[in-house]
Nanobody, 121 residues
Framework: QVQLVESGGGSVQPGGSLTLSCAAS????????MGWYRQAPGNQRELVAD???????NFADSVKGRFTISRDNAKNTVYLQMNSLQPGDTAVYYC???????????????WGQGTQVTVSS
């Protein structure tokens, strides 16, 4: 079984910074794409950023230049550094990882439980 544990959420004033972490644990053979999504009340879940196993990154237009995504493959962990936070960034942030639990098995997506980020003065 694969578990994703997120940490680092909280409340911050506009212009502030937060770093989210998501660590994968359990028994698996490989982790491929890792990413962060967010969902604000009344909105659909949307991609914030993702990163491939060889560290190619992709960002939503709304966060380009403000957010950075990185991963540590040795620790099975993905990070989201969020700078210049705005009230519009307020949402529950979810980690998603594409995991293959055994060699020759198909990979599938796993989700974390979510962590709240609130940006308010």
């Amino acid at each position: 079984q694969v578990q994703l544990v997120e940490s680092g959420g909280g409340s911050v004033q506009p212009g502030g910074s937060l770093t989210l972490s998501c660590a994968a644990s359990g028994t698996f053979s490989s982790i491929y794409d890792m990413g962060w999504y967010r969902q604000a009340p009344g909105n659909q879940r949307e991609l914030v950023a993702d990163i491939s196993r060889d560290s190619k990154t992709n960002f939503a237009d709304s966060v380009k230049g403000r957010f950075t995504i990185s991963r540590d493959n040795a620790k099975n962990t993905v990070y989201l550094q969020m700078n210049s936070l705005q009230p519009g960034d307020t949402a529950v942030y979810y980690c998603k990882c594409q995991v293959r639990v055994r060699t020759f098995f198909p990979s599938r997506d796993y989700w974390g439980q979510g962590t709240q980020v609130t940006v308010s003065s």
